[in-house]
């Protein structure tokens, strides 16, 4: 049937939904969903859901993302890709848990410049037992882009940070003409901690992109909302409100 379904693991549980064909993955948190079984993470071995030939989505909570942008030679799309890995290899020593992509950023007759996104995720025993049981994965999403992704064409400004919280974790995103150029994740931290995290984080993108100013906060599922009024004397910021 090519039936399309979701996984959605955190620290806490495993969600699987099962959704049908008219539905896009980004209605992912609407009330409408067409099934949903929820999956204690520590007894994911005796899953009973049968996921032979379903399209599945594998979104995965609190993985941060490295990004870098490399400079090569141009290259074909084979060779190109065994370069990038050997260059994460040479970062990463052991490359068993890195999953990547890339895109090429910029062309020229002899270079390239490739942004690189990897996520460092210990969770691809899930995916090879999906797998196995005649899963096709599509994709392994970190949740914060899947979320970005969702909310991006909301946004007008060219260059901004992107705020998500969900499940006590935030999340940080720079990004810049349709880029993310940078993100950290924060677990379980306190309200009166949020400004110094803020004004780290503006620091690491400082020292990425200095002397360009990042004057627009996006809030996503934000609750302090004493926070978001207090930031708008100094930045330009917008609530896009809860999780919809």
Request: charged share 25%; net charge positive.
């Given at each position: 049937m090519n039936e399309k379904a979701i996984l959605e693991i955190n620290n806490?549980?495993?969600?699987?939904?099962?959704?049908?064909?008219?539905?896009?993955?980004?209605?992912?948190?609407k009330k409408n969903k067409i099934d949903e079984n929820v999956i204690?993470?520590?007894?994911?071995?005796?899953?009973r859901i049968d996921l032979k030939n379903k399209r599945l989505f594998i979104l995965?909570?609190?993985?941060?993302?490295?990004?870098?942008?490399?400079?090569?030679?141009?290259?074909?799309?084979?060779?190109?890709y065994k370069v990038i890995r050997d260059e994460l290899k040479n970062k990463f020593k052991n490359l068993d848990n890195i999953m990547?992509?890339?895109?090429?950023?910029?062309?020229?007759?002899?270079?390239?410049?490739?942004?690189?996104?990897?996520?460092?995720?210990?969770?691809?025993?899930?995916?090879k037992m999906c797998s196995d049981s005649g899963a096709d994965?599509?994709?392994?999403?970190?949740?914060?882009?899947?979320?970005?992704?969702?909310?991006?064409?909301?946004?007008?400004?060219?260059?901004?940070?992107?705020?998500?919280n969900m499940n006590d974790i935030i999340y940080f995103m720079a990004c810049y003409r349709d880029k993310i150029i940078l993100n950290n994740v924060?677990?379980?931290?306190?309200?009166?901690?949020?400004?110094?995290?803020?004004?780290?984080?503006?620091?690491?993108?400082n020292i990425l992109m200095p002397n360009f100013n990042f004057a627009t906060i996006i809030f996503v599922n934000f609750i302090y909302k004493d926070i978001i009024e207090s930031l708008s004397t100094s930045y330009k910021c917008r609530d896009l409100g809860d999780l919809r």
């Open positions: 806490k549980s495993i969600t699987y939904r099962r959704m049908a064909k008219k539905h896009s993955i980004f209605n992912l948190f204690p993470v520590n007894n994911i071995e005796n899953i995965v909570h609190g993985e941060e993302i490295y990004v870098t942008v490399m400079k090569l030679p141009k290259l074909k799309s084979k060779l190109l990547f992509s890339y895109e090429i950023v910029q062309s020229s007759k002899y270079n390239l410049e490739v942004m690189v996104s990897c996520m460092n995720w210990h969770g691809m025993d899930i995916a994965i599509k994709q392994i999403v970190p949740i914060q882009f899947y979320m970005w992704s969702k909310y991006k064409s909301k946004i007008k400004d060219e260059n901004y940070i992107f705020i998500l924060y677990k379980d931290i306190f309200k009166d901690d949020f400004s110094e995290i803020l004004e780290q984080f503006r620091f690491k993108l």
